[in-house]
């Protein structure tokens, strides 16, 4: 435990700057700041950045949508963008069409072969939510992590330094306000960057889980409507073999 001398007290006593407090503190106790710093501002990167890859993925995703119902073939979207998908959207279509393809080149001889068409087509595209979502929720753990952990990073330092503090002031035999008043304040000091860096990214945590989820819902729906679609074309090639294999979304046909 670190040691702090009258001559260091005295001084403290007159300039209580935050920049002073953070000098002063013990070498644990500017640990636990600068971690909780660094903590903070990897938060607020975080939060920018998923910010700005939400308010894409919503976007390319209008645009997508747009394209799928204009009714136009979904053979030639998926050759514009299914194939190599730059967004969400298009990969859980890409990957549906995908499937799709394989098993119409296989042709539906039965109702079996109709029934594990649809299975398939749904477990790609549920296989493709789950990996785009995994990738926009990158480094959302880390944000619940700090969001809980940081106070009591904070309230470690502080009880640290207010040890050192009273350690000091035993052994100087003095309890003035003006000499046990910086040690204080510097242990304190440790919470309140805890909390400068938990109360960010708590609330960052939840408003980006809620708009994540109801991305993911977004994904998830699309998934359901077009593969109500594919199973009508997969019915319809079924009973018409003659037919050649092509999607399309007009009026969800």
Known sequence: MGNVTASALAPAAHDLSLWSLFLMADWVVKA???????????????VFEKLASLRRARRAADAFEERFWSGGSLEDLHAREGETPSHPMAAVFGAAMREWKRSAGRGFASDLAVTGTKERLERAMNLAIQREMERMERWMVFLATVGSAAPF??????????????????????????VVAPGIAEALFATAIGLIA????????????????????????????????????????????????????????
Do not use: C, H, K
């Open 32 to 46: 636990v700041m600068i971690g909780l710093l660094l903590a903070s501002v990897w938060v607020w990167a975080i």
């Open 153 to 178: 990073i904070g309230l470690f330092g502080t009880v640290w330094g207010i040890m050192n503090s009273f350690t000091a002031i035993a052994g100087m035999q003095n309890t003035n306000l003006a």
């Open 198 to 253: 938990a109360i960010p990214a708590t609330v960052a945590y939840n408003s980006l889980s809620t708009e994540l989820g109801r991305f993911g819902g977004r994904l998830e729906g699309f998934a359901a409507e077009f593969s109500a679609i594919l199973s009508r074309q997969t019915e319809s090639v079924a009973t018409e073999p003659a037919r050649a294999p092509r999607a399309t979304a007009a009026a969800g046909d």
